[in-house]
C-alpha cells in the first residue's frame, strides 16, 4: 500500500467525521455541501466526498481524487465513486488560496447575508474576527458570487473576488465556501463565519455602513 | 416466516429510526406525524407507524399494515396496533405518486410557509431544489390544501393540486407530507424542504414573486 | 422495603430522567424548573424534584415527598433533600386538576406568548390541538396569571382561571405549568404547547382575533 | 506529587468537561472563548483554558497557571501550553469579585443585547433573574464594557462599572463574562443570562424602560 493511499483512507476518515459534525449541525440537509483536502500540489489532487450520499452517514472510503479540474482520476482505490459535480471549484479554491481543506456548506445564515447584501457582507469591529485570522478592528468583506451550474463559470467567478485575507467566498442563492491550512482550522472559521452572519443579519440593519 | 412479514419487520425498524430522528428534529411532538413505507403494490399495502405512541421510542413492531383506503388488514403480525387516523391520505400518496415511503411531520417553518402563502409555497432559483429532484433555476411551488379530519377529503384535495415533479403538499394549520422512491430519499427532501421554507419566510418578503 | 417506597424510587427516576431531557431541551436551565408525580390521593402526596439542584443531573434519589401544602412530609427516604419552594403550586395543580403528573418548566415561547397575550393565549384551528386532547377546531385560551413569590396566591389565581379542558397555564414572566394522567402525557402536551406557542407568536400577529 | 497538583488536575478535567458543554450549545465557536477556576488566593493563582484549541476537545492538560497578572507562572505541569489573552481580565475578575470560577464565551444573544442597550442591559420582574443570585423584582443592569485588545484596559472597564450584586458584564462586540463561587454556579448563571437576554431581545421592544 503506497503513501498516497494511505493519507487518502487518513483524508476519507477525517471528511466523513467532519461531515457528519457538519450535517448534525443543518449544514449539509439532504445530499447537500461537500468537503476537501488537498493530497498533493504537484499535480494538483484532491480528496473530495463522494456524490449523493448522506453526509451524516459517510464511511472512509465514501471520497474520490480528483485533479486541478475536478475530474477523477482513472487510477484510485474507490473507482465507482463518483465525485461531487462542484469537486472542480474545490480544486480551484486549493490551487488560488493555497488551501489545505475547504469545506462547502448550505449554511441559510450565509445565504441569507448575500441576500441581503449581494454586493459582498461587511463585517467589522467584531472580536469574532479573529478567528478568520484577521484583526478585530479590520473591515472584512466576504464576497458574494452568482451561482452557476458550470463550474468553470463559477471559478472565474471565485478568482475575480478572491483575496487572500478573506479566506470565505459565498455563492449567492446556493451555500458558503469556507478554506483553511487544514480541515481542522476550515472547520473552526465556518463555526466563526456563522456566528458573524447570524449577528450581522439580528443587528446590521442599524449600521450605516452596511448596504 | 413468509417474505412479506420480513419484509414488514425490516419496515418496522427502517420506520421506527427515522422517526427517532425526526422527532429529535422537532418534527414529531408529542405523538404527532407518522411515516409509512410501501409493502407491495397490487393490492397495495403499506407499513404505517401505528398512532398514540412517542415517535422518538418506537420499536420495530410498533408498524401496522393498511390497505389503500388506510384501514388495517385483518390478518398481520401486531393486530393489536391502532393505524394513524392519516393512514388513508399516506395511501392515496402512495398510490397516486408510486411512491415507496411517505412522511408526514408537524414541520413549523411548512405551516408558516402556508400561513403565508396560502395558494401555494412559491421557490425559485435555489441550490437546494435540486435535492427536490429539480433543477435550480426551475420554478417550484409547493401546494397547500385546506386542514380537514376526514381523509378523504384531504385525499381528493391532495389529487387535486398534484404534480408529479413536485414531492411534497402542506396541510393548512397541520403540517407537511413528503414522498419518496424509499424513505432515505423522503428524509433528503424532506430536510431540504426545510431549508426552502426558512429561506423563504426569512427573505421571502422582499421578493417581488411570492405573494 | 415498603410498597410507597418502592412508588417513590420509581418515581424518582422518572422524574430524573424526564428532568434530563427537559434540560437538554433548554427548558430547565441553571436550576429553574420542577417536576412532579402523585404518589397517592389521600391523603395527597407528590414526589417533586428537589430544589437547587442541575436538572440535566438529577438522580432517582434528588426527589423529596410533599403534602397538599407542598410541605415536605417527615418520614420519608431523602429527609435531607429540599423541596422546591414551587411544590405548593405542583400540589394545588394535582388536587384541583386530578393531575398524575405536573410539568414545570422556563420555556421561552411560554413566556414571550403570555407577555404578548396577557389576558390569555388564544389557539384555534389548528391540528396540534389535539395533542392537548381537544378538538383542531376548538378555541383553546392557554389562561395567564401574574407571578407571585406566594404558592397561596399562585394557587388561587390557578384555580380562578382553571378550565378542565385546557391542561396548562403560564405564570407571567415566569414559566409555564403542563399536567396531565401521566409524567408522558405531560410532556406530549408540553411539546405540543412549544409548538403552538411558537406558532402563535411567529403568524398570529396577522390573526384579526388574537389581541 | 503535590496537593496543588492534583488540584490542578482536577481543574483541568472539569474546565474541560465544562468547556466541552458550552462548545456543544455554540457558546464557545472556533477556538474562542475561555474557563477559569481560581486554585488560591494569595497569591492569586487561576487555572485557564490553554489558547488555540477546539474547546469541544480539550483534555485535562490543556490549562495553564496564571498569576493575578493572567501571566503563565514558570514552574508549572504544562509549560508549552500558552494561556488565553484574555488571562489577565479572569484573574482581574477573579480578584475583584472573589470568584471561584469565571466563564468566558461568545454567546450571540449577549452581544445581540448590548448593540441594543450599549448603556446597559435592564432585566427586571423576571423569575429568572433569581438564578444570578438576585430577587425577581430587583431591576438588574448587566453592565457593557467597549472591547479593547489591551487586558489592563478592559479590566480598569470592567471594575469601573462592577457591581458585587451582579455576576456578569458584557464586552461590547465581543462576549460575556459571568463569574460564581463555581464552575458549576457560573454555569448555572450563563445559562440564565442567555433566557434573559433571549427575552429582552424578543419582548423588550415594547418596555418603555428599556432604552
Redesign the interface.
Known sequence: MSTETIALEQAGAALAAESARFARL?WM????GNLSMTLRRDPLRLAVTASGL?KGELTAADVVVVDAAGTAVPDQPNPAQRPSAEAGLHARIAATAGAGAVVHV?M?SA??AA??WPGGVVLR????LK?LGRR?DDVVTVPVVP?S?DMVVLGDAFEQVFDPATPAVI?A???LYVWGRDL?QA???T??L??LF??AL??GG?EEDMA
Chains 1, 2, 3, 4 share one sequence.
Open positions: 443543518g440537509l439532504g445530499t447537500s448522506d448550505h441559510l445565504v441569507l441576500q441581503r469591529d467584531l472580536e469574532m478567528g478585530d451561482n451550474q455563492v442563492r446556493h451555500g481542522v472547520r473552526h472559521r463555526e466563526c456563522q456566528w447570524q449577528f439580528s443587528a442599524t
